[in-house]
């Protein structure tokens, strides 16, 4: 079992930054593929970035291209989302995710492993 505890969520000005996240325990997530999911009221859960395990893969949703950047620390066990120039439209709660599939996997079919519990991002105009 793996149990997932993602941090670092909060409110923030529009332009802002913020930088999330996500601690594994129970077992190591080195050879787990990793991803961010957010989901907004009223709306769907969307994939927003994943990574390999290995880190050289990485894949992002088109509407955070450029802004996001996701990377993992093995040897801590924890993955991070840095959030730069945050937009309202990113007010969400973000969920961290883990699974034994591939990047491509992940993508197309958005089924993971384990989840954490999430962790509130809302950014004001």
């Known amino acids: 079992q793996v149990q997932l505890v993602e941090s670092g969520g909060g409110l923030v000005q529009a332009g802002g930054s913020l930088r999330l996240s996500c601690a594994a325990s129970g077992r190591t997530v080195r050879s787990y593929a990793m991803a961010w999911f957010r989901q907004a009221p009223g709306k769907e859960r969307e994939l927003v970035a994943a990574?390999?395990?290995?880190?050289?893969?990485?894949y992002y949703l088109d509407s955070v291209k450029g802004r996001f950047t996701i990377s993992r620390d093995n040897a801590k066990n924890t993955v991070y989302l840095q959030m730069n120039s945050l937009k309202p439209e990113d007010t969400a709660v973000y969920y961290c995710?883990?699974?034994?599939?591939?990047?491509?996997?992940?993508?197309?079919?958005?089924?993971?492993?384990?989840w954490g519990k999430g962790t509130q991002v809302t950014v004001s105009l």
């Open positions: 995710a883990a699974s034994g599939s591939t990047i491509r996997t992940i993508v197309v079919h958005k089924a993971m492993d384990y």
């Open positions: 990574i390999s395990s290995s880190g050289g893969i990485t």
